[in-house]
């Protein structure tokens, strides 16, 4: 994808000003290109690889997260398997659905939508999971075979920021990079991925000393850390490229991380919010499903 294509905002590239990265034209093209091979696959005699997701509870936000995985599948030619169980479903109930969802052939990928009630442990049932399946990427085995370079199911919002930077062509590669935030379902994760792409990665958070002089440090900065427009235009360094995953409510709308109106003036290249990480995230977890299929498959 050529950078007219990327940077698809008016006024783009000029001085003073960063070019904004839409996550929503690349993840499109993500999309059309998973939607092709889908069909390819269906085309030869196969069938269309399945998503599961398990939704226990009824927590409305949830379940509007659920429903947008689902229609993205049927946008793309892939199959959607729901689970629905109650509030009050039990330990052993939760399992045995994940084992069910394990061993149904038709199922290539399986996503337990979190959180779940309190009385379950989401981490339990997750990593329940077959690591084949693990389209989310969160289980141990996934969490293992990414410290250690090994092929597998990567997270799907880190992963979209990996796409993000290519389709920019921001090569992290021996470059300075930081990303806000700790944990394990993005920051660490993040880090490891840019640790394979030979950055030089820094993993920050809210202990660390004097956050903004270390921000101003990166050539590529990543903010994960749900605080609406911590980051400031002055924690930035000049041309760096800044990579918003924050997804923050408030009277305004959403809202990042970072404050995009001072940042936009300082940094070279800069993603939205909304419009780019969080388009990246879905349109990654329909190419782990299919990854999981053809690797099935294989």
């Given at each position: ?88 479903a039990s330990r052993e109930q939760a ?204």
């Amino acid at each position: 994808m050529g950078l007219s294509n990327v940077y698809g905002v008016p006024g783009l590239g000029k001085r003073g000003r960063a070019r904004v990265i839409d996550g929503k034209a690349i993840a499109k093209a993500e999309r059309e290109a998973v939607a092709l091979a889908v069909a390819r696959l269906v085309a030869a005699g196969g069938h269309a690889p399945a998503l599961a997701t398990v939704l226990i509870g009824d927590d409305p936000a949830s379940a509007v997260y659920v429903g947008s995985k689902i229609k993205a599948c049927e946008e793309v030619g892939l199959s959607s398997v729901h689970r629905h169980l109650p509030a009050d479903a039990s330990r052993e109930q939760a399992l045995a659905l994940i084992d069910e969802l394990n061993s149904d052939p038709r199922v290539s990928g399986i996503l337990c939508q979190l959180p779940v009630p309190a009385h379950l442990d989401g981490t339990e049932l997750t990593n329940r999971i077959d690591p084949g399946k693990d389209v989310d990427g969160l289980t141990v085995a996934s969490a293992g075979r990414l410290a250690l370079g090994l092929p597998g199911l990567r997270p799907c919002t880190p992963a979209g920021v990996m796409a993000m930077l290519e389709h920019a062509e921001v090569r992290p590669a021996g470059r300075d990079t930081m990303v806000l935030g700790r944990s394990n379902l993005f920051g660490k994760p993040m880090a490891q991925m840019l640790i394979a792409a030979d950055a030089t990665a820094t993993v920050c958070h809210s202990r660390t000393a004097d956050l903004a002089a270390r921000c101003r440090e990166a050539d590529v900065l990543i903010a994960a850390v749900g605080r609406p427009r911590m980051v400031k235009g002055s924690w930035i360094k000049p041309g760096a490229t800044v990579i918003d995953v924050g997804i923050n409510r408030g009277p305004a709308g959403l809202v990042g991380d970072v404050d995009f109106e001072e940042a936009v003036a300082v940094a070279g290249a800069i993603s939205p919010v909304p419009g780019g990480v969080g388009p990246m995230t879905i349109a990654r977890l329909l190419r782990n499903t299919l990854q999981a299929a053809q690797s099935n498959v294989d």
